[in-house]
């Protein structure tokens, strides 16, 4: 009896295991923070390790950054109306954050590890 799939006869075992970890990757979402009065919107937000942010400014003029300041890093660059700001989270934990101009707009992202 010949098998279905032929050609996954000729796939090495590791390979295969390749396959399995970048599909795990490939399912990370995209999750959306909207910047709206001077608030991120939500404040709070929990993910899964790998999942991107996506920091969307919502206001009729202001500029606004994404500050993470506990880890150590500069300011990011200001994003207008309409722009969008992201990060790939691949480290679990918490990660608390502000806006640059505006210190009192605070939020913090919590990263759940891949085995949750």
């Known amino acids: ?30 999750v959306e923070i909207e910047i709206f009065k001077k608030q991120y919107i939500p404040q709070e937000l929990t993910i899964n390790q790998g999942d991107t942010v996506r920091w969307v400014n919502k206001e009729k003029r202001q500029y606004h950054s994404v500050f993470f300041e506990a880890l150590g890093e500069k300011d990011g660059e200001y994003f207008w109306p309409e722009e969008v700001f992201e990060r790939r989270f691949d480290l679990p934990g918490s990660f608390p954050y502000r806006c640059g101009p505006h210190p009192e707009m605070t939020g913090i992202i919590h990263v759940r590890g891949n085995d949750k």
């Not at 098998?3 to 990370?28: G, N």
């Open 1 to 30: 009896m010949r098998h279905p799939f032929p050609s996954l006869l000729k796939i090495p075992h590791f390979s295969l295991l390749a396959m399995l970890v970048l599909t795990s990757v490939a399912q990370a979402d995209t």
